[in-house]
């Protein structure tokens, strides 16, 4: 139940085309959604995030698309770069705690 | 603002050894996280620590154990290391208002021979 499901784990998306990542959750007792972005070598960087009262984020080109009855969640990156390339991670806790359970992580690939 | 600083960047230990791990969160962040990363396990929460108090805790062993001092800066611990641990070990901090945003460091790589 306290499992968050990421898919696809990899992704390659062509310049200027739409990045589609999911996530899945057992737990509803969740209601905070971020969404985090990695570089090689460095610290997850938070990028987006949503709660549950909201069916949609728009922050630039990412926006979160939220379903409370599936449990389910997205990250669509329009107008993808090649400087998005990047490990993205969603995560989920319940608001009364710090603790962020994971999913297993999306390497997006962007070419030219 | 300084963000969340680790030192050190990278460990290199033997197995049994023991390990400790330094973070100081961004000025005025009162709670501090710890996670460990793997390419087989992904992010794992380790623990959370708010006002020098644990307050939640991961599924790990005792080997892994933390402390916050008053100054919000925390440490991790992890005694008779396993080939295992080898990790990246994230520490975050966050204003600790319920769901606040948690910013990471860079990590400390730690690596186990």
């Known amino acids: 139940q306290q499992q968050v499901k990421q898919s696809p784990q990899s992704l390659i998306v062509q310049k200027g085309g739409i990045s589609i990542i999911n996530c899945a959750y057992e737990?509803?007792?969740?209601?905070?959604f971020p969404w985090y972005q990695q570089f090689p070598g460095k610290g997850p960087a938070l990028l987006i995030a949503?709660?549950?009262?909201?069916s949609e984020k728009k922050e630039g080109r990412f926006t979160i698309s939220f379903n409370k009855s599936a449990k389910q969640f997205s990250l669509h990156i329009m107008d993808s770069q090649p400087g998005d390339s990047a490990t993205y991670f969603c995560?989920?806790?319940?608001?009364?705690?710090?603790?962020?359970?994971f999913g297993t992580g999306t390497r997006l690939q962007v070419f030219p | 603002k300084a963000g969340v600083t680790q030192t050190p960047r990278y460990l290199i230990k033997t197995r049994g050894q023991q390990v400790t791990l330094s973070c100081s969160p961004i000025s005025g962040h009162r709670s501090v996280s710890w996670y460990q990363q793997t390419p087989g396990q992904g992010l794992q929460f380790l623990f959370e620590?708010?006002?020098?108090?644990?307050?939640n805790k991961g599924n790990f062993p005792g080997r892994f154990s933390g402390r916050q001092f008053s100054n919000s800066r925390s440490e991790m611990n992890v005694s008779t290391l396993e080939l295992g641990d080898s990790a990246l070990y994230l520490c975050?901090?966050?204003?600790?208002?319920?769901?606040?945003?948690?910013?990471f460091g860079p990590g400390t790589r730690l690596t186990v021979l």
């Open positions: 975050a901090s966050s204003l600790a208002m319920t769901g606040s945003e948690q910013f």
């Open positions: 620590y708010f006002s020098e108090t644990q307050r």
């Open positions: 737990n509803t007792a969740f209601d905070y």
């Open positions: 949503i709660r549950p009262d909201v």
């Open positions: 995560a989920a806790s319940p608001s009364i705690s710090d603790k962020l359970i």
